[in-house]
């Protein structure tokens, strides 16, 4: 049995606390079965970006006519937008296996991990242990069981990436994250999708208000439906056909493509990993159980990322991992560990409009007894907001009404992101207020005047609830 320092099991955020501990000095060991670099890297964040880019491109000049300007659209070069995905991830890929494959003090196995016993793993077919795991295993495409599904066959996250043409047509089960952004991917490109959804709206656990927006502007450029849930799959001639039932009346309703892209959530890989081997919980899901210093229940394994199941971005993943370098490197006592703080978690979707948040949404606060204040203001009352023609952009905050603390953010509109970001700035200042923006000259004109316009527009909850009436 090969003995090291640490352990860690998975190459996507992980490789951060692999990489400071063996600057550390430890020996370390580094397992993935692949691919190198994570769900981020390879079918996730980064890919997905390379392709909604282009997209984003389609939609500016489509709506350019709102101001005046009428372009077309020549060709869209599908080979081209996957090939430069893939150029640049493949890339990346190969220089970060490289770079492990060659660093001291670190021993990359490129193979499966399975825990065999306490704090020792089976890899490939020998067995290594180590004092302490750290466990950044991600997660996979959830697969519900509808009967069908994978007699028909569909694509997800993974499988989508190497399609060579482009589909006519697409039904997409799921209307979340992943099914809105590809959504709008292969809309703006030319093929005609229609997203399936359980909930109410798109976008579950978003703003009521933000999802209504993200909603409304979608089924400009596809069929959305929401309320629905897939009871059946099958396939007929070259067509695969969604059965769906009405969640409000029972009735079956069903919908044909050349293709399917089930996008109905995530589950973890922990499954594969055996955990329980080494005496370390999961919950009911598979999600593996952690404190707040992110050790699970077997002492000085710790776990991180969409493994743990809470926060699945990579941003809050890097943030995890400095968290676990720091009490499993520099922790010499329980009094000297860090706790994570998820306060200030930002997201953001790059459906169409983009869609992001921070912090907690005004339903949460209510729901948590808080006493709050609520600002809203749209693109269109500040003048860069009017310039652009933005008339569905809207930001949202929301500050806790006796400290003025801020408590969250949603935006929706063009750089919701970036909009966000400011907020997630603020949230993290001392004292988390918005002294900041009053403080500050805004440059005008500028979308950022919308956001300084939200803050100041405060009001009690009841006010523009009693408004939208």
């Known amino acids: 049995m090969d003995k090291f320092d640490l352990i860690v099991i998975g190459t996507g955020a992980g490789v951060n606390v692999a990489s400071q501990a063996r600057h550390e000095g430890l020996q370390v060991a580094l397992v993935d079965q692949g691919p190198t670099g994570g769900t981020c890297l390879n079918n996730g964040c980064i890919p997905s970006k390379m ?19 009428h372009a077309g659209i020549n060709e869209i070069d599908f080979q081209t937008i996957m090939g430069r995905m893939h150029a640049v991830v493949d890339k990346a890929r190969i220089n970060l296996e490289e770079s492990l494959k060659s ?48 007699e028909t066959g569909f694509l997800d996250n993974v499988s989508l990436l190497r399609l060579q043409s482009l589909p006519q047509s697409l039904i997409i089960i799921g209307a979340g994250y992943i099914g809105c952004e590809f959504g709008h991917f292969f809309s703006a490109l030319g093929t005609h999708v229609t997203i399936v959804g ?23 450029y596809m069929e959305v439906i929401t309320g629905h849930e897939v009871v059946s799959v099958e396939r007929r001639g070259d067509k695969k056909v969604v059965s769906a039932r009405n969640m409000a009346n029972g009735k079956i309703q069903q919908y044909e493509a050349d293709e399917i892209l089930l996008a109905a959530g995530r589950r973890p890989n922990t499954d594969l990993l055996h955990p329980e081997k080494s005496g370390i919980e999961t919950d009911s899901k598979g999600w593996i159980m952690v404190n707040e210093f992110l050790e699970s ?42 706790a994570v703080d998820y306060h ?30 609520i600002g809203r203001a749209k693109y269109t009352d500040v003048a860069k907001g009017v310039a652009m023609a933005e008339e569905h952009g809207l930001v949202k905050v929301i500050l806790e009404e006796e400290s003025g603390r801020i408590l969250g953010a949603t ?53 523009h609830n009693n408004e939208g009436q």
Do not use: C
């Open 51 to 69: 392709l909604i880019y282009p997209a984003d491109v389609i939609r500016t000049i489509q709506d350019a006519r709102a101001v005046g300007v």
């Open 103 to 150: 660093s001291e003090n670190l021993t990359y196995f490129q193979e499966k991990a399975e825990f065999i016993d306490d704090y020792v793993l089976k890899v490939g077919k020998m067995a290594i242990t180590a004092p302490k795991i750290v466990i950044a295993t991600g997660a996979r495409a959830l697969v519900p069981p509808i009967p069908g599904l994978l």
């Open 411 to 463: 935006v929706v509109g063009p750089m919701a992101p970036e909009l966000v970001q400011q907020v997630v700035y603020l949230m993290n200042t001392e004292y988390q207020d918005l002294m900041p923006v009053i403080k500050s000259q805004v440059i005008h004109p500028t979308i950022n005047e919308v956001l300084v316009r939200a803050f100041s527009e405060l009001e009690h909850p009841y006010h």
């Open 198 to 220: 359980r909930g109410p709206l798109v976008l579950k656990g978003e703003d009521p208000e933000a999802a209504r927006l993200v909603q409304k502007v979608l089924s400009r």
């Open 344 to 373: 200030a978690v930002p997201y953001a979707v790059f459906t169409y409009p983009q869609v992001a948040g921070v912090g907690m949404k005004e339903a949460d606060a209510l729901a948590a007894g808080r006493k709050v204040l």
């Open 297 to 338: 229940s077997k002492k000085d394994i710790w776990a991180l990322g969409d493994a743990i199941g809470k926060h699945m971005f990579r941003h809050t993943a890097n943030y995890e991992s400095e968290v676990v370098s720091h009490n499993l490197l520099r922790s010499i006592d329980k009094d000297d560990r860090e």
